[in-house]
């Protein structure tokens, strides 16, 4: 089994907007890796993020029952971590040292404590590490699903 990565909720979300065909071919590939390999990991703070984006904000809301089902599926395929008050301290420290947003700082915080290094997301620079923890952009060009421990995915690499 590869390392478990920490999806963001821009990957789970693109994978269900047709909004963007290039970042839903890449966010499908990438969620089908982590899934078939058992590499991956969410948090309840993606979790809860992601059907409230899905079911209000893409072009093409989900219904909520569509959103629910979901959402039961990724918690039965993946790694699910809570934010526990261990990891809000964690994150509210870092929104204090980095000026980090508290919702991507829990993101972080929830990688740091269950020992995750690569979290996939858009929301930070490409390859910008904190304290062991690197955030990969899967949606940036250049991106090698190989170099953060997935399976080639050539077909996203369009």
Not at 8 to 35: I, M
Not at 116 to 137: N, W, Y
Not at 142 to 151: I, K, R
């Amino acid at each position: 089994m590869s390392p478990r990565r920490l999806v963001d909720t821009n990957v789970l979300v693109y994978a269900h907007d047709r909004a963007d065909p290039r970042k839903q071919e890449r966010a499908l590939a990438v969620a089908d890796e982590l899934a078939s390999n058992g590499a991956g990991a969410v948090s309840t703070q993606v979790l809860a993020e992601y059907f409230d984006v899905v079911t209000r904000s893409i072009a093409a809301p989900l219904p909520r029952d569509v959103a629910a089902a979901r959402v039961s599926d990724l918690v039965a395929a993946w790694t699910v971590l809570t934010v526990t008050p261990d990891v809000l301290a964690l994150a509210t420290a870092a929104c204090v040292r980095r000026q980090w947003r508290i919702y991507d700082a829990q993101i972080w915080a929830v990688a740091k404590a269950n020992g995750i290094d690569v979290v996939l997301t858009e929301d930070f620079a490409d390859g910008t590490e904190f304290e062991g923890v690197r955030f990969v952009d899967p949606f940036a060009a250049g991106f090698e699903s190989a170099a953060v421990g997935l399976a080639d995915t050539d077909a996203c690499e369009r």
